[in-house]
C-alpha cells in the first residue's frame, strides 16, 4: 500500500511582487494509512501553504507530492479538481455549510460534483452512513441555524467523509469552538482515526495537537520537527474529566 502523502523536496514561491516570497522551502515528508498529524506553526511558517499543496488547492513550484500513489505535481486544474473530489475530504474552521439546506443535503453535496452519477438512493444512504459517524443522525433534517456550533462542524467532517477520501485535512477545525466542543471534535477525529481514516489538521492549539499521533512544526517555510506526540491526551477520558468538573462545581455553587 503506497504512504498516502509523498512530499519529496517540495518547494512553493509566489512571484506576485517585486520580491519572491519562498512561502514553502525543500519540504520532504511521508504520511502513511492510518496517521493523524498536527502541523503547527507561527503566523507565515508555511503551514497554510503545505496544507493548501496537500489539498491540491496548489502546485509545488519545485518537487514532488504523490497522494495516495498519483504525482499530483503537474495535473492540470480539472485533474485538481477532480483529486480533491475523489481522494480528499476537507474541513474548515468556519463549517462553510449551506444555510438554506439540511444537513443530510450539505452532506450530499460532494457527490453532485462527482464525475460519476450518484442515484438519489445511494447519495441519501451514504450521507446517512456519514452522519451516522459523527452521530447526528437525528439531526439530518435540521439546519445549520437548528444546531450548535459542534453540531455544524460535524455536519462539515460528515460531508468530508462522503466520497471516502483517502486523506481528511483539517484547518483549524476547533477555532470557532469552545472547550468542551473542542474535546468532543476531537473525539470525533480519534474515532474515525481508530477507524483507519488519514487526517492531517492544521491547528496553532498546542492542547488539540495532543490529541494526534505525530506533530509537525513548520518555521519560516521549513519543516523543523516531526514527531511523535508523547502523553497523548484521549478525549473520552478528557470529557470526563471536563463533566466531573462541571458537576462539583454545581454542587459547591
Request: net charge neutral.
Amino acid at each position: 500500500m503506497p504512504a498516502v502523502v509523498q512530499l519529496d523536496e517540495v518547494h512553493k514561491i509566489y512571484e506576485s511582487g517585486e520580491i519572491p516570497v519562498h512561502a514553502v522551502r525543500g519540504v520532504s515528508l511521508t504520511i502513511e494509512p492510518g496517521d493523524f498529524v498536527a502541523v503547527m506553526g507561527a503566523s507565515g511558517s508555511g503551514k497554510s501553504t503545505l496544507m493548501n499543496l496537500l489539498g491540491c488547492l496548489d502546485r509545488p513550484t519545485k518537487g514532488r507530492y504523490l497522494l495516495d500513489g498519483t504525482d499530483a505535481s503537474s495535473l492540470d486544474r480539472n485533474q485538481l479538481a477532480d483529486i480533491r473530489n475523489r481522494k480528499l475530504g476537507f474541513v474548515f474552521q468556519g463549517f462553510n455549510l449551506l444555510a438554506r439546506t439540511t444537513a443530510l443535503e450539505n452532506v450530499e453535496l460532494p457527490m453532485l460534483y462527482a464525475k460519476t452519477r450518484v442515484a438519489a438512493r445511494t447519495m441519501r444512504a451514504r450521507a446517512l452512513r456519514c452522519l451516522d459517524l459523527v452521530g447526528l443522525t437525528n439531526r439530518a433534517d435540521h439546519f445549520p441555524s437548528q444546531l450548535s456550533g459542534g453540531q455544524q462542524q460535524r455536519v462539515a467532517i460528515a460531508r468530508a467523509l462522503v466520497n471516502d477520501p483517502q486523506l481528511l485535512l483539517a484547518d483549524e477545525p476547533t477555532g470557532n469552538l469552545d472547550s468542551k466542543t473542542s474535546v468532543e471534535i476531537m473525539g470525533v477525529f480519534q474515532q474515525l482515526n481508530a477507524q483507519g481514516i488519514t487526517i492531517v489538521m492544521v491547528t496553532h492549539e498546542l492542547d488539540i495537537a495532543r490529541y494526534s499521533r505525530r506533530n509537525l512544526v513548520m518555521r519560516d517555510g521549513r519543516l523543523v520537527s516531526d514527531t511523535p506526540v508523547a502523553g497523548r491526551l484521549t478525549a473520552a477520558a478528557e470529557l470526563q474529566r471536563i463533566l466531573e468538573a462541571e458537576s462539583a462545581a454545581q454542587l459547591t455553587a
